[in-house]
């Protein structure tokens, strides 16, 4: 989940906030990584311990849900990955 912001008719998309939990994860290490348009993945935070939330469901968030944070182009996929785990949990920026 990403909360984002634009101005209206803007192509701009300013992110606040990213979170994502998942369910059976053996490490708590996660990252956010985003994909520009036609661009690569980029890690757009470094690896950080995921807090365990009961059981096997762990959670990791970055920023403050305001109007901070770094700006992409609309379409820009944001994902946060967890270390030792292939799959991603992705959002498009719309």
């Keep these: ?3 984002y912001w634009y ?9 606040g906030w990213v979170y994502a939990s998942r369910e059976g994860v053996r490490s708590g290490t ?5 994909k520009k348009p036609g661009g690569t993945w980029k ?8 807090a365990r939330v009961g059981g096997s469901f762990v959670e990791a968030s970055w920023g403050r849900d305001g109007h901070t944070g770094p700006v ?4 820009t ?7 030792g785990l292939s799959t ?6 719309q």
């Excluded at 101005?7 to 992110?15: D, M």
């Excluded at 996929?77 to 270390?83: A, E, L, P, T």
């Excluded at 991603?88 to 920026?93: F, I, Q």
């Design 7 to 15: 101005k209206r008719g803007s192509t701009a998309r300013g992110v």
């Design 88 to 93: 991603k949990a992705c959002v498009t920026l």
């Design 30 to 34: 996660a990252r956010w990584l985003a």
């Design 77 to 83: 996929r944001i994902c946060v990955q967890f270390k």
């Design 72 to 75: 992409y182009p609309r379409g």
């Design 43 to 50: 890690a757009a935070s470094g690896w950080k311990p995921a």
């Design 1 to 3: 989940m990403a909360h």
